[in-house]
């Protein structure tokens, strides 16, 4: 008997590993949204992400970093009990921005903040009591990825990064949606080292676009 339990413990604690492995390094402890990878080379790799459940918020501006800073305050506020029932929500990775560029260097763009919502709350995720955060469903998605380590998240190294993943995809020969791109943050601002970002540009298939 106690060589049963000891053999079926060590099965339980290769499962809990193997599942753990599974997590991207990047998202740490925190839950993040599940995905597949389908190629990689060295500029970048083509991920399929699963469907999931997202709270966001759209802010209309001049800057990224300042958009992205009143976005991210929103959606703290609301996993921090700004939802009905006050009730607290664990903190997720990463944070997701989606990037729209105005049509001139006068002009606003189009940001819009999300969070993933953890997996224990995908199903009954508590409502925002503030009306500029929303919940969404998404589809299955596919992207081109690339990544880059550091404080990487200002608006001069968005705007080379996101040109240079285009550039790199319009030279593959790559289909791909125009005019927008997300970035996609994983740590905290007192992590210092080990950081990760990401450029994420929407994959287009020949009958259109596969994911937005």
């Not at 009143?70 to 700004?82: A, V």
Request: with cysteine; net charge negative; aromatic share 14%.
């Amino acid at each position: 008997m106690k060589v049963a339990y000891i053999l079926v413990a060590a099965a339980f604690a290769v499962c809990l590993s193997t599942a753990a492995a599974k997590k991207p390094w990047f998202c740490h402890y925190l839950d993040c949204p599940t995905y597949t990878v389908g190629e990689s080379n060295e500029d970048y790799e083509v991920r399929t992400y699963a469907k999931g459940k997202y709270a966001s918020t759209k802010i209309e501006g001049y800057l990224y970093s300042a958009s992205l800073l009143q976005g991210f305050k929103r959606l703290f506020d609301y996993i921090s009990g700004e939802n009905e029932g006050s009730v607290k929500i664990n903190m997720t990775a990463p944070v997701a921005t989606k990037v729209e560029h105005g049509d001139g260097p006068f002009c606003k763009s189009n940001f819009t903040v999300s969070f993933f919502v953890p997996f224990e709350d995908q199903e009954d995720t508590p409502k925002p009591t503030n009306p500029a955060v929303f919940l969404h469903d998404t589809p299955s998605a596919t992207f081109f990825v690339s990544q880059y380590g550091g404080f990487g998240q200002d608006d001069i190294t968005i705007s080379l990064k996101a040109n240079a993943l285009a550039d790199k995809l319009t030279t593959a020969g790559e289909n791909f949606v125009e005019g927008l791109f997300f970035t996609a943050g994983y740590d905290p601002p007192f992590r210092l080292t080990g950081r990760h970002n990401e450029i994420w540009i929407v994959k287009q298939s020949g009958a259109g676009v596969t994911s937005a």
